[in-house]
């Protein structure tokens, strides 16, 4: 049983590459928060910080962090090296780029070699990276489980009651 209360130990971490990324990847901290899970963020660059990355992500599990997001852009290296470094789930976040629209974060996040996985999500769909951090905390919890039910419900029953 997972104990999703805010005043707990982070479950979730949340790192981006650059305060830049902070506005997109404040999204999966807020779907988070809506659902109760203890979480923390971290600005910590696969590139101009490396050894920040490691030292984070090879202590995240033993502090009782179960899953890892990361969300970086452009040659996002990111998601795939906090994965190297732990055997948590990372689910990573392509953060759009300027030059490339996020389309080269995107194939930079995704195409993990073999061995190595990332779940990605869509570019800079960290709302969706936090529902799924949600989804798999909610395999070991039932109330957690049901507030995702319920949370589905709601987006069905809005989607029922449009009138056109
Ligand atoms: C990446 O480069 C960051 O994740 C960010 O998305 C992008 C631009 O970073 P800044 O130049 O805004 O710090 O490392």
Redesign the pocket.
């Known amino acids: 049983m997972v104990k999703p209360m805010s005043s707990s130990k982070p479950l979730v971490g949340i790192l981006?590459?650059?305060?830049?990324?902070l506005e997109v990847m404040s999204e999966a901290a807020k779907v988070l928060g809506e659902f109760g899970i203890a979480h923390e963020m971290k600005v910590a660059?696969a590139?101009r910080t490396p050894e920040l990355v490691h030292e984070y992500v090879s202590g995240a599990r033993g502090r009782g962090v179960r899953i890892i997001i990361a969300?970086?852009?452009?040659a996002?290296h990111?998601a795939g090296v906090c994965a190297a470094h732990t055997i948590l789930p990372v689910i990573g976040v392509p953060?759009e780029?300027k030059s490339l629209k996020g389309m080269d974060s995107l194939l930079s996040t995704v195409q993990m070699p073999p061995g190595v996985p990332v779940a990605c999500v869509g570019i800079n769909a960290a709302k969706n990276a936090g529902l799924l951090a949600v989804q798999m905390l909610a395999l070991e919890d039932r109330e957690l489980a049901g507030k995702l039910t319920a949370y589905r419900k709601k987006m069905g029953d809005e989607i029922r009651s449009i009138r056109l």
């Open positions: 981006m590459g650059s305060k830049s990324d660059s590139h969300g970086a852009g452009g996002a990111l953060v780029s």
